[in-house]
């Protein structure tokens, strides 16, 4: 039995796997068929037809987890590291008969590496899907604030 | 202390045969000697005709770090004006685009004006009855910048009422847009959403020659294309159909044979393109149904040309860079020495499948976003030159690669693939624009 708080420690606990890097335990997160999605429009409706930032399936999630421990991988030494500073989640939806778990999570996210420390706030949305007594992300959706603004590099997840 | 202002004999001793130094990425004063004779001398990219497709349409950009405003009159006419009033220089639009209806209104003291930029009505006007004002530059309105040219879609602009006209500065370079246009069944591209941007803590010219660069992609990308290449190989299991993005991310592994027999064309003032016989870009998937709308609109024969003109990166110089195969424009705007906007716009070629813009969506987040793995890979280069560049051990950047000495300027010609001359010819471009307008200073310093 998926409850609103099974949700909530979901959130809770996938970012504390962002920010203790452990990337591999965070990608089991996902549905095989999940996506991680940065939206590059107010509201967007459509990842495919209108410009992300992001828009990933599990493999491309792969490459980048691989990538960040790759030896030639220069933009990552010295590596960055991150923190998610999450308000409580609201429950959007948690029907268990629907299967339908929905929340959305209000946060300010730091990215650091080196010298340089960036932040960035907005919304994550989660849409999960139960996979035996387990919750799994379908799709991670992730809308800044400013998406509309120039940033540089964003390595690490939201 | 000036050391080039003013000086064109010093700022073209900073470009050698096949070496230039290091003051052209690092040197704030030649940042802004840039600002005052490159950007003005060179017809620069402002927007697309398709951004301005209504009456009272207008669109914001910058030449150089100047601020402009485009707009569309009711005539159908397309203007480009400094984006300010002749007031007291309050800048006239701040949104990245919109529509004004019928006229431009000041919101600081509701001077207004006509979309072809002439002055409509100030409050109390009677106010400037018999002061003058009737004499003054404000009276004729927003100031105008003459030189503008629209070629299928695309417009540029010259800020200096004299130079280079439009068709002698690109030439046969033009041919690259056309080939993108020409994608389109219809002849036409439009803009239908914002371009991805993306902030560079590095001088400009770092981005503009990489575009040309060859040499890089196998060993800066082997961290992002090569990890991409390795995963799907591991991953792929019993699948037969190679996805989309690996389709994209795996010819940046391309060895070095590839590039070097894939070719660069150069052509005068500082244009020129990778990929002439083929590029990273040839053996994408077929989009279903595509060819048969090209063959329809251009007939067989027309329609393989075009779509077997397959060119990787066409450098237009001075800041930017077009992608006909995926429709995409890199518009690499200066805002400091060591401070870089690059704005990624895609194209939608017009009556051709959906997954045509799907495709160059897809690759414009893959290398041009702040969260691209391959820009990464670029960033933490240009990052570590501008870093570097300070280091007075060794004063020049080193771009022999394949030159000869015979080697003519300002030709053009077709070349092996990995050869540096196209970032020779940008450089010797740069000086000559830099100066064009100097000399005549020099002389009068003489």
Same mark, same amino acid.
Request: glycine share 10%; with cysteine.
């Given at each position: 039995m998926i409850d609103e708080k099974a949700v909530t420690d979901f959130i809770y606990r996938e970012a504390e796997l962002l920010d203790t890097m452990q990337w591999q335990s965070w990608l089991d997160?996902? %549905?095989?068929e999940g996506r991680y999605w940065m939206p590059?429009?107010? !509201?967007?409706?459509?990842p495919v037809l209108q410009p992300s930032l992001m828009y990933e399936d599990l493999l491309l999630l792969k490459v980048r987890v691989e990538r960040l421990a /790759?030896?030639?991988?220069? @933009? !990552?030494? #010295?590596k960055s590291r991150c923190h998610h500073l999450l308000q409580a989640p609201q429950i959007v939806a948690c029907d268990t008969a629907a299967g339908v778990f929905k929340a959305r999570t209000s946060y300010i996210y730091t990215e650091t590496r080196g010298d340089m420390l960036e932040r960035y706030s907005g919304w994550a949305s989660h849409d999960f899907v139960q996979v035996g007594d387990a919750l799994k992300i379908k799709l991670k959706r992730v809308d800044l604030i400013n998406f509309d603004a120039p940033f540089g590099n964003i390595q690490l997840f939201m | 202390m000036s050391r080039y202002a003013g000086n064109a004999r010093s700022i073209a001793a900073l470009v050698r045969e096949a070496e230039v130094h290091r003051d052209v990425y690092v040197d704030p004063e030649i940042f802004g000697l840039e600002m005052e004779h490159l950007f003005p001398n060179s017809w620069v990219y402002v927007g697309h005709a398709s951004q301005l497709a209504k009456p009272g349409d207008f669109i914001t950009a910058t030449i150089g770090r100047q601020p402009v405003l485009a707009s569309r009159h009711s005539d159908g006419s397309i203007h480009i004006f400094y +984006?300010?009033?002749? %007031?007291?220089?309050?800048?006239?639009a701040s949104e990245p685009c919109g529509n004004t209806g019928k006229f431009f209104r000041c919101p600081?003291?509701?001077w207004s004006f006509k979309t072809d930029g002439s002055l409509l009505a100030i409050p109390? $006007? $009677?106010?400037?009855? /018999?002061?003058?004002?009737?004499?003054?530059? *404000?009276?004729? &309105?927003l100031s105008r910048i003459k030189n503008v040219v629209i070629y299928r879609g695309f417009i540029f602009a010259r800020?200096?009422?004299? /130079?280079?006209s439009f068709e002698d500065y690109f030439g046969q370079s033009l041919s690259t847009i056309d080939n993108m246009v020409d994608r389109s069944p219809e002849g036409r591209l439009e803009v239908v959403a914002a371009p991805i941007r993306y902030l560079h803590t590095c001088n400009w010219k770092m981005l503009v020659e990489n575009q040309?660069?060859?040499?890089?992609p196998m060993v800066a990308h082997e961290s992002s294309a090569g990890t991409a290449v390795k995963v799907w190989k591991r991953e792929q &299991?019993? =699948?037969?159909e190679t996805p989309m993005a690996v389709q994209l991310y795996g010819?940046?592994? @391309? #060895?070095?044979e590839f590039y070097e027999q894939s070719g660069i064309r150069i052509w005068p003032n500082g244009h020129g393109h990778t990929g002439? *016989? +083929?590029?990273?870009? =040839? +053996?994408?998937a077929d989009v279903g149904g595509y060819l048969d709308q090209m063959i329809a609109a251009y007939g067989e024969r027309r329609a393989h040309e075009i779509l077997g003109e397959v060119r990787h990166n066409t450098v237009y110089f001075p800041n930017v860079m077009v992608k006909g195969a995926v429709q995409i424009l890199r518009n690499f705007i200066p805002i400091a020495v060591d401070k870089t906007l690059v704005e990624s716009w895609v194209y939608r070629l017009v009556g051709a499948p959906d997954k045509l813009y799907e495709r160059a969506l897809m690759y414009n987040r893959f290398i041009? *976003?702040?969260? =691209?793995i391959v820009g990464h890979d670029d960033l933490e280069m240009y990052e570590r030159a501008q870093e570097g560049? $300070? =280091?007075? &051990? +060794? !004063?020049w950047v080193n771009l022999?690669?394949?030159? *000869?000495?015979d080697e003519q300027p300002d030709v053009t010609a077709v070349i092996n &693939?990995?050869?540096e001359r196209q970032m020779r010819n940008q450089f010797h471009t740069w000086a000559k624009f830099m100066t064009m307008d100097m000399d005549k200073h020099v002389e009068a310093a003489e």
């Open positions: 997160l996902f %549905h095989p590059l429009e107010w !509201q967007q409706q459509d /790759g030896e030639r991988t220069f @933009s !990552q030494k #010295p | +984006n300010r009033c002749p %007031h007291k220089g309050v800048k006239i600081y003291h509701a109390l $006007k $009677k106010g400037y009855e /018999g002061t003058g004002f009737a004499d003054t530059e *404000a009276n004729e &309105g800020l200096n009422e004299t /130079g280079v040309t660069d060859t040499c890089h &299991g019993d =699948s037969t010819p940046f592994m @391309s #060895p070095y002439v *016989a +083929n590029s990273i870009h =040839s +053996n994408y041009n *976003a702040p969260t =691209s560049l $300070k =280091s007075n &051990g +060794n !004063q022999r690669r394949l030159y *000869a000495r &693939g990995t050869s």
